[in-house]
Every structure is written in structure tokens, then in C-alpha cells.
């Protein structure tokens, strides 16, 4: 995972400079590209909203390779990313007594070890994507974690309308909002103090610019921090920026949501 630089909080991706000056130092991902175009295509014609749309990019990447699906190429990677979300909200005083949903939980690459770690039953994963669902299950089983018991759900929306209220000690969701239009950490923002036990919070992370605001293909989302601290606090939550975690080796930025004052 490429480490934040000037160059890469100011770039705008989806501008035509920056594709050419990209392609022209990276010449084998020019056909990658295409393919990615021509398939971003085909999903927007035929689906309108964006959770069908991101679900069909789901089945068509976790169909190659459900690793590489929820963004690690290889067994190395994975782990990697997994131990750093775990050790991070451990840190952070996660103890195996708390409730934790973890939004987009994807194939459990973090997931088998907050299962592992956390009493049986409190693990709630959900996803848009019935495919890395499957894969999940997969982790799961080949992790041995059966006796645990978590709760791995489907979900369409992020109003968290089926789960109950003051549940959760944490809500977690790394690498999500990454792939998600405005409209979706939207409703995530709407709702979830709702399901937050006492004391709880709400972990995310985000593609961070300090540029414009853009998107490449529906699939990244490139935001700036004080839009969404803004949106936490329309919410009513507060919101802050979380300077540690930019320590760790991620390309991704986080911000912390606690219920309102
Ligand atoms: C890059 S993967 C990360 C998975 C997992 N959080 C991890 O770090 O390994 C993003 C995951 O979020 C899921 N996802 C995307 N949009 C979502 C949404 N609006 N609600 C729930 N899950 C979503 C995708 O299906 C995918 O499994």
C-alpha cells in the first residue's frame, strides 16, 4: 500500500493529465485500465444505483480472486492488512467482551481476527456483495472459528434498520467508504448512532485528497477530510481525525465518530 505523499493527497485521478502522465509511467496498466472501463460501462448501463452497481464489481472480482477483490494481491498482503486494522483497534481498547459490526467486513481479511479474538456472537459482518460473503464463509471455515458464531449478513442499505439499538461498542469500516459515493456515508452517518452502545464509536477510513474532490469508475472515491467531518456533524456525531493511524503503512486515512455531545 503506497504511502501519502504531496503529490498523491493533490492528485485528481480522474483528470486527463494525470492518465496520460500515469500510463505513460505505468505502460501494463493501460490495457488493466481499459478493461476496467469497458466493464464500468457495461455495470452502469444496466445497474442504476450504486450498491448493484459495486456488487457486480464485487462478483466479477471475487469470481478471479477474492483476495485480490477486497484490494490485497497477494496471501502476504492480506494478512498484513488484516493484522493492521486488528492490532490498531486493539490498541485502541478493543476487549474481547465488546460488540463489533464491522460494515463491508468483505472476506474477513480482518474479520477472522476480530472473530478470534472477540466471545462468541459478537462478531456482526455485513455486505452488499453475496459473493465475498461466500468467501468469507470459506476464511471462516479454514480458520476454524465455526464454534464463534459470528454473524455474517447481506445487506442492501447501511440504514442498520434490522439490528438493534445501543448495540455496538464498535463500528468499523475500512475500506468502504473508499468505494462509495457521497450518498452512502451519508445514510451510514444517518444511522448508525442509533446501534452505538454507550461510550462506543464508529471507525472508518477514506481515500483522503487535499485537492478536488473526484471518483474513477464509480469504484474510487477521493474525498477531503472536513467534508466528511462535516457530514458526521450535520449528523449530530462528533467527528475527529485519527493522526495515528497515519502513522502505519496504508494509503487510506481515518476518521473516529462518537455520538454527539
Ligand atoms: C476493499 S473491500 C474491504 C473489505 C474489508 N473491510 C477488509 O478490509 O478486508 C470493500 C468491501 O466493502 C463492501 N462494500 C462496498 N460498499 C458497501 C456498502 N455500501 N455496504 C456494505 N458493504 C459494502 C464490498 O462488497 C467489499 O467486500
Not at 143 to 165: A, M, N, V, W, Y
Not at 213 to 224: G, K, P, Q, S, T
Request: with cysteine.
Amino acid at each position: 500500500m503506497p504511502k501519502k505523499t504531496t503529490a498523491s493527497l493533490n492528485a485528481n485521478r480522474s483528470s486527463l493529465p494525470h492518465k496520460v502522465r500515469y500510463a505513460l509511467r505505468n505502460p501494463g496498466k493501460i490495457l488493466p485500465y481499459v478493461q476496467r472501463s469497458a466493464r464500468d460501462l457495461k455495470f452502469r448501463l444496466v445497474h442504476r444505483d450504486h450498491v448493484s452497481y459495486y456488487r457486480a464489481v464485487m462478483a466479477s472480482d471475487a469470481a478471479r480472486d477474492p483476495k485480490a477483490a477486497v484490494g490485497s494481491h497477494n496471501e502476504k498482503r492480506w494478512l498484513a492488512l488484516g493484522k493492521m486494522q486488528f492490532d490498531y483497534l486493539v490498541e485502541h481498547g478493543l476487549k474481547p467482551e465488546h460488540r463489533m459490526l464491522d460494515i463491508g467486513c468483505g472476506n474477513l481479511r480482518a474479520g477472522w481476527r476480530f472473530i478470534d479474538y472477540l466471545d462468541e456472537g459478537n462478531y456482526y459482518g455485513i455486505d452488499i456483495s453475496p459473493d465475498i460473503l461466500v468467501a468469507a464463509k470459506k476464511v471462516l471455515a479454514e480458520r476454524g472459528l465455526q464454534d464463534k458464531l459470528p454473524h455474517l449478513t447481506i445487506t442492501q442499505d447501511l440504514t442498520f434498520d434490522f439490528l438493534p439499538e445501543k448495540r455496538f461498542d464498535v463500528v468499523h469500516a475500512h475500506s468502504v467508504f473508499s468505494h462509495s459515493p457521497i450518498e452512502v456515508i451519508d445514510e451510514a452517518l444517518a444511522h448508525v448512532e442509533r446501534i452505538l452502545a454507550p461510550g462506543g464509536f464508529f471507525d472508518f477510513t477514506f481515500d483522503r485528497t487535499e485537492g478536488a474532490e473526484h471518483h474513477v469508475l464509480r469504484e474510487d472515491f477521493y474525498y477531503r477530510t472536513g467534508t466528511l467531518i462535516a457530514l458526521a456533524e450535520k449528523h449530530g456525531l462528533q467527528a475527529r481525525f485519527m493522526d495515528d493511524w497515519e502513522k502505519r503503512p496504508h494509503g487510506q486515512s481515518k476518521i473516529r465518530v462518537t455520538a454527539g455531545p
